[in-house]
T-cell receptor, first 114, second 112 residues
Framework: SQKIEQNSEALNIQEGKTATLTCNYT??????LQWYRQDPGRGPVFLLL?????KEKRKERLKVTFDTTLKQSLFHITASQPADSATYLC?????????????FGAGTRLAVHP | DVKVTQSSRYLVKRTGEKVFLECVQD?????MFWYRQDPGLGLRLIYF???????EKGDIPEGYSVSREKKERFSLILESASTNQTSMYLC???????????FGQGTRLTVV
């Protein structure tokens, strides 16, 4: 069956450390993979997109890797801050039949402590 | 500033009622999506539309229908609301050829 798995338990880290979140998937072949941030009571907000032929993408303190052999993406936040505390969602971007469909994981809650 | 607007933040409806959730986007996007979000299950795709009057079933379409009469508006309809449809509903839009999705603020629907 098709699955997207993110760490279901919250990730607690100290301010200034690097947070690493994992997204694993099975029986999908996404063309792209996206990461979103969601704060309580709000809709997700786009952070980064990485294509299947890209190994790594960076944006300020964020870094995403995409390994299509392992079927895994890692999302890193360096020099983390309490303001980074949120739920982070990965989404597989499935392009077929001429249109795109985003399939989301359940998300991982990150808590950064001062 | 780009916007996806959902008609209500909170809604309480009775079992058996017909419920309309409205979503409007101002970005001229072709693609629009309806998701529901439940604790531990993440966002699950209900329906999506890639053009006016076009619709495709997502992963959990049962008990729902949609309408897209105009490009900017995508409505989700619960024909006869049931308590298991109590959830957070999120609308999103995106341009073709895989770009970021923009989400509305969500509608928390409670069916009693």
């Amino acid at each position: 069956s098709q699955k997207i798995e993110q760490n279901s338990e919250a990730l607690n880290i100290q301010e200034g450390k690097t947070a690493t979140l994992t997204c694993n998937y099975t029986n999908y072949s996404p063309a792209y993979l996206q990461w979103y941030r969601q704060d309580p009571g709000r809709g997700p907000v786009f952070l980064l997109l990485i294509r299947e032929n890209e190994k790594e993408k960076r944006k300020e303190r964020l870094k995403v890797t995409f390994d299509t052999t392992l079927k895994q993406s890692l999302f890193h936040i360096t020099a983390s801050q309490p303001a980074d505390s949120a739920t982070y969602l990965c989404a597989l971007d499935m392009f077929s039949g001429g249109y795109n469909k985003l399939i989301f994981g359940a998300g991982t809650r990150l808590a950064v402590h001062p | 500033d780009v916007k996806v607007t959902q008609s209500s933040r909170y809604l309480v409806k009775r079992t058996g009622e017909k419920v309309f959730l409205e979503c409007v986007q101002d970005m001229d996007h072709e693609n629009m999506f309806w998701y529901r979000q439940d604790p531990g299950l993440g966002l699950r795709l209900i329906y999506f539309s890639y053009d006016v009057k076009m619709k495709e079933k997502g992963d959990i379409p049962e008990g729902y229908s949609v309408s897209r009469e105009k490009k900017e508006r995508f409505s989700l309809i619960l024909e006869s609301a049931s308590t298991n449809q109590t959830s957070m509903y999120l609308c999103a839009s995106s341009a073709p050829q895989s770009t970021e999705a923009f989400f509305g603020q969500g509608t928390r629907l409670t069916v009693v």
